[in-house]
Structure formats: structure tokens, C-alpha cells
């Protein structure tokens, strides 16, 4: 049988972890001010980029090989532009 001191360690553990857990995955907010269209995602910590439409379901997806860089652009035509980390002797334009 719990005894009280117990019994509200355990609520008190309990009503800490609901209360300090953070949304991980999906939307977080869905703003009435957001324009109706798409957003591009690529993350630098994947090798995919997403474009998800305001509720956050998924309408395409592009896997690559390469490390990201900083940047990923969707063209008019529907044809993904993103910047990768690669090896490479190039710098700044100039071959070594």
C-alpha cells in the first residue's frame, strides 16, 4: 500500500512530465494571418526536403544523397533547387 508521501511523489512526477512536454512532431500552430500556399522544408539535419501545404500534411517529398546546404528553392515548373555540401576542390570558384 502507497503511503501519502508516496502517493504524491508519484502526482507530482506525473503532472511534471505532462506539464513541461513539448510538441515534437506535426503542426504547432496554424495562424489565420498565413497565406494560403505551400512551405518548402530542408532541414540540415536530413537529406530530404518536404513541402507540406498550412495543415501541415505532407505534398511532396525529395530524397538526395547529398548533405544539405543552406538553401532549397522550388521552381515555377516544379523542379527542386537546393544547395549541398559536397567534396569538392572547388573554392569560392576557383579550381585549386
Not at 530530404?48 to 517529398?61: A, K, Q, R, V
Amino acid at each position: 500500500m502507497l503511503n501519502h508521501k508516496s502517493f504524491l511523489s508519484i502526482i507530482f512526477v506525473l503532472y511534471f512530465t505532462y506539464s513541461t512536454a513539448q510538441q515534437t512532431v506535426g503542426l504547432f500552430h496554424q495562424s489565420p494571418n498565413a497565406f494560403n500556399s505551400y512551405t518548402l522544408i530542408s532541414s540540415v539535419r536530413s537529406t530530404n526536403t518536404y513541402l507540406i501545404d498550412n495543415c501541415g500534411n505532407e505534398i511532396n517529398t525529395w530524397e538526395t544523397d547529398e548533405v544539405p546546404g543552406l538553401s532549397a528553392y522550388l521552381t515555377e515548373e516544379g523542379y527542386l533547387l537546393k544547395t549541398a555540401l559536397i567534396n569538392s576542390s572547388v573554392f569560392n570558384g576557383v579550381y585549386n
